[in-house]
């Protein structure tokens, strides 16, 4: 199975469409916030998968990592793209740690660096998406 978030912003309308039914429902929340149909998935989030006749039943629970993402808002633009370059070129920690620093590593090569900026400056450009593709093996 794979689950993909668009990199133009997805929905949590969206997500809930594609991965609801009758048996489970999604609720993503941002840190304590549950987040309305409107909002937008970024980095950070948590996507709860619960039983829809009791929520307290938690089936899965992930956090969102979009490349690109790194200030968690659901849009890779100028402001993500500010902070990966600042990062590139400096040792100070710009970037918040964890999964913030996971969606600025956008090639995947353990570090945030030139190429990462150009990818996601192609991004911006419309010249080459980046794959939001993530494959679960079980």
Known sequence: DSIG?????????????????KEAQVIVKRGDTVLDDTALVGTGCEVLC???????????????????DVDGDGRIDTADYELMKTASVTAAAVIA???YTLAADVNGDGAVDFFDV??????MSRM???DQTVKYYK
């Open 97 to 99: 740690p964890g999964v």
């Open 128 to 130: 080459q998406l980046i």
């Open 50 to 68: 619960v039983s829809a006749k009791d929520p307290a039943v938690v089936y899965e629970r992930v956090t969102v990592i979009l490349f690109g």
């Open 118 to 123: 150009a990818i996601v400056n192609m991004q």
């Open 5 to 21: 978030l668009s990199s133009d912003g997805t929905t949590v309308a969206q997500l809930r469409q594609a991965l609801e039914n």
